[in-house]
Structure formats: structure tokens, C-alpha cells
């Protein structure tokens, strides 16, 4: 499952940043294609993973997401931000020639917060 690789690095990322401080919450720009509810529970699952075994700093986090237009650019000279008529899963088809083409399907990172020190 493709969301869960992009969820693994996320949480990757997201504990080399906390560097043994406590997670909060994670924001993350999703662009369209991405299953959210897939990306919340597998957050949710990795987390508590690494909690059971006493590397949770990510234990009681919560992820945000921002849903965002993925930006295509195409040989045909377009280049914009795609409407979600234009993306089918993975796939997206550029509005101006209808070249098909896989979506860059990348989560990013906007902010992580931490909890304050005790
Ligand atoms: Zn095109």
C-alpha cells in the first residue's frame, strides 16, 4: 500500500526533527490522489507501534492534512495546478492536451509542533 511508505517516511522525518522531544502534532500538504483516511490510520498504527516499543515521540500526535491541487507540468506547455476533475487515484490527465501521466504523489511536510518541556 503506497500510502503506508509515504506515512513511514513521514513519521521518519518527523522523529529525526523531534529528536527525543514529544510530538505533538504533524501538518502535512496532501495533494489529491492521496487517501487521506488511509494516511490518518496508518499514522495512527506506525505510531502506536513505536510507542509499545518505547520509541514513541510520535505516541500521542496527531496528523493534519491539507488537501491540495497536485501541479502538473506537461510537454504540451501547460503547467498549473490540477482541479480534481482532472485526477483519477494516481493518475492524472493534463487539462489542455490530455496527456495521462502518473501524480507526483509526495507528502509536505508543513510543520511539526512539540510539546513544552517539563
Ligand atoms: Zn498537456
Redesign the pocket.
Known amino acids: 500500500m503506497h500510502e503506508l511508505s509515504l506515512v513511514s517516511e513521514l513519521v521518519t522525518r518527523c522523529s529525526d526533527l523531534a529528536d527525543g522531544r514529544t510530538v505533538t502534532e504533524v501538518r502535512v500538504r496532501c495533494p489529491l490522489g492521496i487517501d487521506a483516511d488511509e494516511l490518518v490510520e496508518g499514522f495512527a498504527l506506525i505510531t502506536s507501534q513505536l510507542g509499545q516499543r518505547g520509541a514513541g515521540t510520535l505516541g500521542g500526535a496527531r496528523l493534519e492534512l491539507e488537501q491540495v491541487a497536485p501541479y502538473l507540468k506537461?510537454?504540451?506547455g501547460?503547467s498549473g495546478r490540477l482541479s480534481a476533475e482532472d485526477v483519477a487515484g494516481h493518475i492524472s490527465v493534463?487539462p489542455?492536451?490530455g496527456?495521462v501521466g502518473e501524480l507526483p504523489s509526495r507528502l509536505e511536510l508543513v510543520s511539526v509542533a512539540f510539546a513544552p518541556k517539563t
Request: charged letters at 0%.
Open positions: 506537461c510537454l504540451c501547460f493534463c489542455q492536451c496527456q
